[in-house]
């Protein structure tokens, strides 16, 4: 059964930067594709970025603006989302999650992380 445990959530002030982690265990993690989602109250789950098996393709939200890295390293079984000057919009529970498609729609994701909560204060 796969197990996930993220990190690295928490409240910054606008313009500072955290790094989210999302470590999986149960099950063969460098077979899947990785994406990071967030869902703010009363809002939809929005697609954030996903990186595909090897990491060699990433995609991400429109509104990216270069804000933010998805990366991942296979030996230790974990992913990664990177985002830098933060604002008060990025507020929201982070999930990852795994897939066998290279996608952005949610449904298309079988495994979710238990969420982090990033919180942004102007």
């Known amino acids: 059964q796969a197990q996930w445990v993220e990190s690295g959530g928490g409240s910054v002030q606008a313009g500072g930067s955290l790094r989210l982690s999302c470590a999986a265990s149960g099950l063969n993690f460098r077979r899947y594709v990785m994406g990071w989602f967030r869902q703010a109250p009363v809002k939809e789950r929005e697609f954030v970025a996903a990186i595909t098996w090897n990491g060699g393709s990433t995609d991400y939200t429109d509104s990216a603006n270069g804000r933010f890295t998805i990366s991942r390293d296979n030996a230790k079984n974990t992913v990664y989302l990177q985002i830098n000057r933060l604002k008060p919009e990025d507020t929201a529970v982070y999930y990852c999650?795994?897939?066998?498609?290279?996608?952005?729609?949610?449904?298309?994701?079988?495994?979710w992380g238990q969420g982090t909560q990033v919180t942004v204060s102007s």
């Open positions: 999650a795994a897939s066998n498609k290279y996608s952005s729609n949610w449904l298309m994701y079988d495994y």
